[in-house]
């Protein structure tokens, strides 16, 4: 079976650019992942292939789901990278949305697919959305950061030259591959909070798709995000007045980001803040809302 697998081939696409996002450690908060979907679900996406995962992916790490279907079967779900192509008619180009989960293997042959469909279908541009833990406040707006490997999408785009050295991830891989083969590629990515990693945090989510908007030229109605993202930031700071340790925390990261910060006491620990602010917000998702 050959791994890349098509439902049928997209004709005449507008200048499409590929979108890509990978849950794992390129996904903190699900930022990237989420920022993928909502894009798919807001503008109709439409799914034309997919990559069968059996040469890519440890099972044991990245575990088949079992699904019932019509409350009656049991069916298996494989963690598959799905495509989609979505036609906007009113914007300059199509968009193309890869999304899956980072694979466990070979990892140059899989990016190697991406790059064949990408020729196979046009690609015009090659996107990536990644989100990472950083030592910044939820208080203030989402740093997106954009970066590119040809300088003259750099100077086109308003991107900025990567000097990044050190471990990397599928997204790295793939925009070697994507240089190695001609292909004009651009980084797109978002600072989570380190101290509510484990949350889904759709501020980031959607500081990503503010961002791309205006990289891609396609407008998203997010106002369902925008809601979601005020209910997150409630939700943090409701958790944050029923903490000292976390509010003094996060105060300290708010002044360090104005860089007049006084170091006049110790911080908790990083992993005892994730682990009581992660209780309360999963506390908080599971109560009825209010009538």
């Known amino acids: 079976m050959q791994p890349l697998q098509w439902k049928y ?14 849950k794992g ?19 109709g996406a439409r799914q034309f292939a997919s990559i069968d995962p059996e040469e890519f992916y440890d099972f044991q790490s990245v575990r088949p ?3 019932m279907v019509e409350g009656q079967t049991r069916a298996i779900e494989w963690p598959e990278v799905k495509l989609y192509e979505l036609r906007v008619p ?12 980072e694979p466990s293997y070979r990892w140059r042959t899989f990016t190697g697919l991406i790059v064949e469909l990408a ?42 030259q990567s000097s990044y050295e050190g471990p990397t991830g599928i997204i790295g891989v793939l925009h070697d591959a994507c240089m190695r083969a001609g292909t004009p590629s651009a980084s797109l990515w978002a600072a989570v909070p380190h101290y509510i990693s484990a949350a ?4 980031a989510a959607l500081a990503l798709i503010r961002k791309l908007e205006g990289l891609v030229g396609v407008a998203v109605d997010a106002g369902e995000l925008e809601r979601a993202s005020a209910d997150y930031e409630r ?6 007045q029923h903490d000292p340790d976390i509010m003094a925390f996060v105060e300290k990261l708010e002044a360090a980001a104005t860089e007049d910060s006084p170091d006049s006491f110790e911080l908790p ?3 005892s803040i994730a682990r009581d602010l992660q209780r309360f917000l999963r506390q908080r998702s599971e109560d009825p809302p209010p009538s």
């Open 90 to 101: 009113r914007a300059p180009r199509d968009l193309v949305l890869l999304a899956g989960a």
């Open 235 to 240: 939700q943090v700071n409701a958790a944050i």
């Open 9 to 22: 081939r997209p004709d005449g696409l507008r200048a499409p650019a590929l979108v890509c996002a990978f």
């Open 119 to 160: 020729e196979a279908i046009g690609v015009h541009l090659v996107v990536t959305l990644g989100a990472l833990l950083a030592d910044v406040p939820h208080t203030r707006p989402v740093s997106v950061t954009g970066f590119a490997s040809d300088p003259a999408l750099v100077a086109r785009l308003g991107l900025a």
């Open 25 to 43: 450690w390129n996904d903190a908060g699900d930022a990237a992942s989420a920022a993928v979907s909502f894009v798919g679900d807001a503008l």
């Open 200 to 203: 889904p945090n759709p501020k």
């Open 269 to 271: 620990s990083g992993d």
């Open 65 to 67: 789901q079992i699904r």
